[in-house]
């Protein structure tokens, strides 16, 4: 549709219509002078507005598409600052929209550990701590424990080791059935004080022959071993021992003695049990004793009956 002014006053050859009169005030000024407006219809069903002389199709255009471009640019700045994708989270048990999130900011770790970041979890037990991945370095171990220094051995086990058979020994009967020494001691066998001799090592003193002047001396060590040193009298003259003497009915006087003892031969007491203190004399393989005419001499098989002690009272 298309106004112009011009031709108030009825149809033209165009079969125009155009506002005159009181009745067309849809159309004009209602006068049909010529200050109206003339609206110019074709069949065709294109217009052309005429306004004041001028034609408006192409301003109208013009300014409809100026007003569509900045409708487009206000609602573009609207959506901008409005943000709707933006939205708050839902209150109460309303899902929050999966179509757009905020990004969530993880709570800081109030103590971080040294070096590390926050998907490290904190080291609690260094013993169960991961190998090195190189396999030819063994792995630490918290509980392996120093090796304790060696244990010196027993010095009556040395001692006790370090005798073989022929030693001579400084060991005897003190007099009641107990040896001086705890620990066997060598000393030379031509010495006065060398009153014993080795003639057997065993493991059990009940492996020692028993008889009068020996004697079978046992001991365990700390390793749970046992060792035994099987022991003869060294008889010499000049030596004493306590025995204890009876008088027969025939006057003759028996005698039981201690051979493995060794008693001072100056003393004036005895072991208790014990009435003589006897002086060895001789000792001989076979035969009798030598005699004295001053006192009676005594004596004593030993060694299992290979040899005689021969010996007289030295105490009145």
Same mark, same amino acid.
């Given at each position: 549709?298309?106004?112009? +002014?011009?031709?108030?006053?009825?149809?033209?050859?165009?079969?125009?219509?155009?506002?005159?009169?009181?009745?067309?005030?849809?159309?004009?000024?209602?006068?049909?002078?010529?200050?109206?407006?003339?609206?110019?219809?074709?069949?065709?069903?294109?217009?052309?507005?005429?306004?004041?002389? +001028?034609?408006?199709?192409?301003?109208?255009?013009?300014?409809?598409?100026? @007003?569509?471009?900045?409708?487009?640019?206000?609602?573009?700045?609207?959506?901008?600052?409005?943000?709707?994708?933006?939205?708050?989270?839902? @209150?109460?048990?309303?899902?929050?929209?999966?179509?757009?999130?905020?990004?969530?900011?993880?709570?800081?770790?109030?103590?971080?550990?040294?070096?590390?970041?926050?998907?490290?979890?904190?080291?609690?037990?260094?013993?169960?701590?991961?190998?090195?991945?190189?396999?030819?370095?063994?792995?630490?171990?918290?509980?392996?424990?120093?090796?304790?220094?060696?244990?010196?051995?027993?010095?009556?086990?040395?001692?006790?080791?370090?005798?073989?058979?022929?030693?001579?020994?400084?060991?005897?009967?003190?007099?009641?059935?107990?040896?001086?020494?705890?620990?066997? @001691?060598?000393?030379?066998?031509?010495?006065?004080?060398?009153?014993?001799?080795?003639?057997?090592?065993?493991?059990?003193?009940?492996?020692?022959?028993?008889?009068?002047?020996?004697?079978?001396?046992?001991?365990?060590?700390?390793?749970?071993?046992?060792?035994?040193?099987?022991?003869? +009298?060294?008889?010499?003259?000049?030596?004493?021992?306590?025995?204890?003497?009876?008088?027969?009915?025939?006057?003759?006087?028996?005698?039981?003695?201690?051979?493995?003892?060794?008693?001072?031969?100056?003393?004036?007491?005895?072991?208790?049990?014990?009435? @003589?203190?006897?002086?060895?004399?001789?000792?001989?393989?076979?035969?009798?004793?030598?005699?004295?005419?001053?006192?009676?001499?005594?004596?004593?098989?030993?060694?299992?009956?290979?040899?005689?002690?021969?010996?007289?009272?030295?105490?009145?």
């Amino acid at each position: 549709m298309s106004y112009s +002014r011009g031709n108030p006053g009825g149809f033209d050859d165009d079969d125009d219509y155009y506002g005159g009169g009181e009745d067309d005030d849809d159309y004009g000024d209602g006068d049909g002078g010529p200050g109206g407006t003339r609206i110019n219809a074709r069949a065709s069903g294109r217009a052309r507005v005429t306004v004041a002389g +001028r034609d408006i199709t192409s301003s109208y255009f013009i300014s409809v598409s100026s @007003a569509v471009l900045a409708g487009l640019l206000g609602l573009a700045l609207l959506l901008g600052v409005w943000k709707p994708w933006q939205e708050a989270a839902p @209150a109460g048990n309303e899902k929050p929209s999966t179509s757009v999130s905020s990004p969530v900011i993880p709570t800081p770790h109030p103590d971080p550990p040294a070096g590390g970041g926050e998907d490290e979890e904190p080291e609690e037990h260094p013993s169960s701590a991961a190998p090195d991945d190189d396999p030819t370095t063994p792995a630490p171990s918290a509980t392996t424990p120093d090796p304790s220094p060696s244990v010196p051995p027993d010095p009556v086990d040395v001692a006790f080791a370090s005798v073989h058979v022929g030693t001579c020994l400084n060991v005897f009967d003190e007099g009641w059935g107990k040896l001086n020494r705890d620990r066997p @001691a060598a000393v030379d066998c031509g010495a006065s004080f060398a009153f014993t001799k080795v003639t057997m090592v065993t493991t059990s003193a009940s492996n020692c022959p028993e008889g009068g002047g020996q004697h079978g001396w046992g001991h365990v060590n700390d390793d749970g071993s046992s060792i035994a040193l099987c022991l003869d +009298r060294v008889f010499g003259t000049g030596q004493c021992f306590p025995a204890v003497l009876t008088k027969q009915a025939d006057g003759s006087v028996r005698g039981t003695a201690r051979l493995f003892s060794v008693w001072g031969c100056d003393r004036t007491q005895v072991p208790k049990g014990q009435n @003589a203190i006897m002086g060895i004399t001789a000792l001989v393989s076979g035969g009798s004793c030598p005699q004295r005419s001053d006192r009676r001499t005594l004596s004593w098989t030993v060694f299992n009956g290979s040899a005689k002690v021969c010996a007289v009272q030295v105490n009145s």
